[in-house]
């Protein structure tokens, strides 16, 4: 059996954390600043936990993370 290719976007938006979940960065924060207020995109600046719904997706597609 070959080896599985990891799919090159999704390893540089995703990383595992020490217990296995994936972290992953928000999005609505490149540009169009101006209208968001200063607490929206410091809220926006943390990264987050990948949701439960889209973890079995992520794994196939990152299968050595």
Request: no cysteine; glycine share 4%.
């Amino acid at each position: 059996m070959p080896k599985m290719k990891t799919k090159r976007a999704a390893a540089k938006r995703f990383k595992a954390t020490g217990t296995g979940k994936l972290k992953r960065s928000k999005a609505y924060k490149s540009h169009i600043l101006t209208k968001k207020s200063p607490k929206r995109k410091r809220n926006l600046r943390k990264p987050t936990i990948t949701d439960a719904t889209n973890v079995k997706n992520m794994k196939r597609i990152l299968p050595y993370l």
